[in-house]
């Protein structure tokens, strides 16, 4: 069965620092998507991206976090200066059209901001 | 999106059928119904979706009402592998771009 790819599958970051998270989505799909989920919460939308911008995004997402395709393959999320609140798990999903359908996660990268 | 209630939790034995109940009643006439589930905080599993008819897949089944304020999802003879946290999400059509709302989702224990 296809996967989404992250890397890596937990970060360690002191507070302020920068951190990039990286997605290998499938490779036929077009829409690209992170979210995230604090310890013991609800999984909350983050971004969606297709076409090599933002489709659409939530209040979380605000100027501290960018998202970018560097290349054909990867999808990263950076958070810029982050704060312990930022800790949670952050998954990157994809899916080949934009109502979500089928749409396939990752297992997650758990971002510990100490 | 339409608001989604499911019960917190639900048991199911080893073999039997599970039926997960989900109430959206403020469902709009383009909002899909999409099931995922959660295994133990790896990332949620896409299970299946619809729209206004019953649809089947290889891990599941889903009914929703013809009034569409309700639906079920059955898994037909669920194995302890089958036991995680199911979220019942309702969104738009054409206009969310992957912008579903996770409730709490109902925890399905399977047991021997």
């Known amino acids: 069965e296809p996967e989404v790819t992250q890397t890596p599958s937990h970060q360690v970051t002191q507070m302020g620092q920068e951190v990039i998270l990286r997605c290998v989505p499938i490779?036929?799909?077009?829409?690209f998507y992170w979210y995230r989920q604090i310890l013991g919460q609800k999984v909350e939308f983050l971004v969606s991206?297709?076409?090599?911008?933002?489709?659409?995004k939530s209040e979380i997402f605000d100027d501290q976090f960018s998202v970018e395709r560097p290349d054909g393959s990867n999808f990263t999320l950076k958070i810029r200066s982050t704060k312990l609140e930022d800790s949670a798990m952050y998954f990157c999903?994809?899916?080949?059209?934009?109502?979500?359908?089928?749409?396939?996660f990752g297992q997650g990268t758990r971002l510990t901001v100490v | 999106d339409a608001k989604t209630t499911q019960p917190p939790s639900m048991d199911c034995a080893e073999g039997r059928a599970a039926n997960l109940p989900c109430n959206h009643s403020?469902?709009?006439?383009?909002?899909?119904v999409y099931w995922y589930r959660q295994i133990h905080s790896q990332g949620p599993q896409y299970i299946i979706h619809?729209?206004?008819n019953n649809e089947t897949n290889e891990m599941a089944s889903l009914i929703i009402t013809e009034d569409r304020k309700s639906s079920t999802l059955i898994l037909p003879h669920a194995t302890l592998r089958d036991t995680a946290v199911y979220y019942c999400?309702?969104?738009?059509?054409?206009?969310?771009?992957?912008?579903?709302?996770f409730g709490q989702g109902t925890i399905l224990t399977v047991h021997p």
């Open positions: 619809g729209l206004k």
């Open positions: 991206f297709y076409n090599n911008e933002i489709s659409e």
């Open positions: 999903a994809s899916s080949v059209d934009r109502y979500f359908t089928e749409a396939f």
């Open positions: 403020t469902i709009s006439g383009n909002e899909y």
């Open positions: 490779s036929n799909h077009l829409y």
């Open positions: 999400i309702v969104g738009s059509v054409g206009t969310s771009y992957g912008k579903l709302t």
